[in-house]
């Protein structure tokens, strides 16, 4: 199991991640997809670190999964929880089923998915029942992971200009400290 136990350790996984093509797209790299989804997450939620971060570190964990990407979240999750706290985690891990939620509740939504998160929605269990749907509304938080899960989906620009990670550092150190 992988656990990061300090930013540094973190922040040496994600310039990896810069270097790594993105399972979304060979044309932008895991990094930019993390930078694209903080970015458009701080747009909407400006007030919301916990949520930027979460949506930067939302994917961290795919070089670690197989095929269909099944377990990510989860390996996402288990990973900053220590060091970024319980939200953040939650939100990380609840980027998967926020997807099987909207696919479930918003019948417009299967049209934006790309070819990739269509083929990984199967792997992943399919749309939500009604009983996943009430369960998954139950949550306090689920607004946020539908946020994360949309600007997730529109994190997948080639190009797109962005702040670069030097920007998050400080932001990410920041929620660290609150976890300490």
Same mark, same amino acid.
């Given at each position: 199991?992988?656990?990061?136990? #300090?930013?540094?350790?973190?922040? *040496? &996984?994600?310039?990896?991640?810069?270097?790594?093509?993105?399972?979304?797209?060979?044309?932008?790299?895991? +990094?930019?997809?993390?930078?694209?989804?903080?970015? +458009?997450?701080?747009?909407?939620?400006?007030?919301?670190?916990?949520?930027?971060?979460?949506?930067?570190? %939302?994917?961290?964990? %795919?070089?670690?999964?197989?095929?269909? $990407?099944?377990? %990510?979240? *989860?390996?996402?999750?288990?990973?900053?929880?220590?060091? +970024?706290?319980? !939200?953040?985690?939650? +939100? /990380?891990?609840?980027?998967?089923?926020?997807?099987?939620?909207?696919?479930?509740?918003?019948?417009?939504?299967?049209?934006?998915? #790309?070819?990739? #998160?269509?083929? *990984?929605?199967?792997?992943?269990?399919?749309?939500?029942?009604?009983?996943?749907?009430?369960?998954?509304?139950?949550?306090?938080? &689920?607004?946020?992971?539908?946020?994360? !899960?949309?600007?997730?989906?529109?994190?997948?620009?080639?190009?797109?200009?962005?702040?670069?990670?030097?920007?998050?550092?400080? /932001?990410? $150190?920041?929620?660290?400290? /609150?976890?300490?």
């Amino acid at each position: 199991m992988h656990e990061f136990r #300090s930013v540094d350790d973190l922040l *040496t &996984h994600l310039l990896a991640l810069s270097e790594m093509p993105s399972v979304e797209c060979d044309r932008f790299t895991e +990094l930019n997809h993390g930078l694209q989804t903080a970015a +458009l997450l701080r747009e909407e939620h400006p007030d919301d670190l916990e949520l930027q971060v979460a949506g930067l570190l %939302h994917d961290v964990a %795919h070089p670690w999964d197989g095929p269909g $990407q099944p377990r %990510h979240a *989860t390996m996402g999750a288990d990973a900053v929880r220590g060091l +970024l706290g319980v !939200r953040v985690a939650n +939100l /990380i891990q609840a980027h998967v089923p926020a997807k099987r939620y909207l696919v479930a509740t918003r019948p417009e939504y299967f049209a934006l998915l #790309s070819d990739d #998160s269509v083929m *990984t929605l199967a792997a992943q269990g399919g749309p939500m029942d009604a009983v996943e749907v009430a369960e998954f509304e139950t949550d306090p938080d &689920h607004m946020a992971m539908v946020a994360l !899960r949309i600007a997730d989906d529109g994190a997948k620009v080639v190009g797109a200009k962005v702040t670069g990670l030097e920007f998050w550092v400080p /932001i990410i $150190q920041s929620v660290a400290a /609150i976890h300490a």
